[in-house]
């Protein structure tokens, strides 16, 4: 298999540019499900090749509970610079392992507490919880799904602009949102270059739900004035806890975009524009990873049952 | 047997919005034995007391001393406790990382003039 072993490991690298162009070449919808599927498969296939990568450095290990034949110089030879990549691939691994399970658990977590603080309300769809501080958010699952809304958020927007908030939320919900954000979000632990896909992703899923409520309420305009009168509203609150890329300012990108045309929803861009270049680049790249994790992972089986003396 | 199990599954929450609940049918301030025997089921007089100071400790009751007892007045509704646990769930997630899909984000030093000229643009364009 020899540096193939490594390819998934960067191949996230090609995912960049269209992680960057996305956003605004593409429709919402398939850019977070494009950038979603890309992230899964690469960090799926980065962490699969660390694995084979450690098998080989757990094997030089004195101690180890693996086969004798396994630390066999015709293993080792299957995987280049042996020695220090096996070593640092075990590390490596945990790291990995522990930080999706982190992420997945804290998830699984501020659901569960949300629930439960709000247990005590009627169950209706949506829950208004007296508050100064203005915020909003859907919350999925639980008995059901849930918009959580604050009286003080409510209060500075106009009729209009609550029906295009409540259609917002709902978009989330009903398109299952939380599922890709949770799944780039685990992406991004599996392989620290598939960040920026994460940030991309956090970016289009709100632009998904933002160009849903417009369809729902009809104007582009009142959705687009309901998140700036939010936005300046809530500027300055102690609730940055959900913000999750307050830096590169994505509130006035979503703004602008809704005041300008209406995203087209075409189905794949043509390899002929940067766009269609960089969307090519990152399905090749994942199936390329794809490849050559599974080349990886048969020769490795093979290797190691060629060397298990049975 | 489905009975007993109850009170077992019951979460904290849910025991919370039931005494508080209690507290609020009463006419005047009430003391814990009160709630107790209001709530009727197999709570241990205890479990109220503790159920009751956290309460207190949320803002969602007040009490004063009567004799050799409390007595407990709510100050909240059930929207009120939400409210008050939905936000230290929230601050208990200092993390950057968006678990909940928010309806907005912060702004950052420069967004909020751009904001406001987009908004104010759009409203000129709209005059005209």
């Known amino acids: 298999m020899g540096v193939f072993v490594f390819l998934p490991l960067v191949l996230p690298l090609t995912a960049w540019p269209i992680a960057r162009l996305a956003e605004q070449h593409l429709h919402p919808r398939t850019a977070t499900r494009l950038l979603t599927a890309v992230?899964?498969?690469?960090?799926?296939?980065?962490?699969?090749?660390?694995?084979?990568?450690?098998?080989?450095?757990?094997?030089?290990?004195?101690?180890?509970?693996?086969?004798?034949g396994w630390s066999d110089p015709e293993v080792r030879e299957a995987v280049p610079y042996d020695e220090v990549a096996g070593k640092a691939a075990i590390p490596a691994l945990c790291a990995v392992l522990m930080a999706c399970g982190r992420t997945f658990w804290r998830h699984a977590r501020v659901r569960r507490r949300a629930h439960r603080a709000?247990?005590?309300l009627r169950d209706a769809e949506v829950a208004v919880l007296p508050d100064d501080v203005p915020y909003a958010y859907a919350l999925p699952g639980g008995r059901r799904d849930r918009v959580v809304v604050t009286t003080a958020l409510l209060d500075c927007l106009e009729p209009a602009e609550r029906r295009a908030l409540f259609a917002h939320e709902r978009a989330h919900l009903a398109g299952?949102?939380?599922?890709?954000?949770?799944?780039?979000?685990?992406?991004?632990?599996?392989?620290?270059?598939?960040?920026?896909?994460r940030t991309a992703v956090a970016y289009t899923a709100e632009r998904w739900a933002?160009?849903?409520?417009?369809?729902?309420?009809?104007s582009r305009r009142t959705v687009a004035y309901a998140i700036g009168r939010a936005a300046l509203a809530s500027r300055g609150t102690p609730v940055v806890t959900l913000a999750g890329f307050a830096a590169t300012g994505p509130v006035p990108r979503r703004v602008a975009a809704l005041l300008g045309p209406a995203p087209a929803v075409r189905r794949w861009p043509s390899v002929f524009t940067s766009v269609g270049l960089a969307t090519w680049g990152a399905a090749v790249g994942a199936a390329v990873s794809a490849m050559s994790s599974a080349n990886s992972a048969v020769t490795m089986v093979l290797i190691l049952h060629a060397a298990t003396p049975l | 047997m489905a009975e007993r199990q109850r009170p077992?599954?019951?979460?904290?929450?849910?025991?919370?919005?039931l005494v508080l609940s209690a507290l609020r049918d009463a006419d005047a301030p009430a003391t814990a034995g009160w709630v107790q025997e209001r709530l009727g089921q197999d709570l241990a007089y205890t479990t109220v007391i503790t159920i009751l100071t956290r309460l207190l400790a949320k803002g969602a009751v007040t009490r004063e001393r009567a004799g050799r007892s409390f007595v407990w007045t709510p100050a909240s509704d059930h929207a009120g406790l939400a409210a008050h646990k939905m936000r230290r769930v929230l601050d208990a997630e200092s993390d950057r990382e968006a678990v909940l899909a928010s309806f907005v984000t912060g702004l950052g030093p420069d967004d909020e003039r751009l904001l406001r000229e987009l908004l104010g643009q759009s409203r000129s364009e709209r005059e005209d």
């Open chain 1, 210 to 218: 933002d160009e849903d409520a417009a369809r729902a309420v009809g």
């Open chain 2, 8 to 17: 077992r599954r019951r979460g904290q929450g849910e025991l919370e919005a």
């Open chain 1, 118 to 120: 709000l247990a005590g």
């Open chain 1, 39 to 68: 992230a899964a498969t690469m960090a799926v296939c980065s962490t699969v090749c660390l694995g084979l990568v450690m098998v080989v450095g757990t094997a030089q290990l004195p101690g180890n509970p693996l086969p004798d």
């Open chain 1, 176 to 197: 299952r949102h939380h599922r890709f954000l949770l799944a780039v979000q685990l992406a991004a632990r599996a392989n620290p270059f598939l960040r920026p896909l």
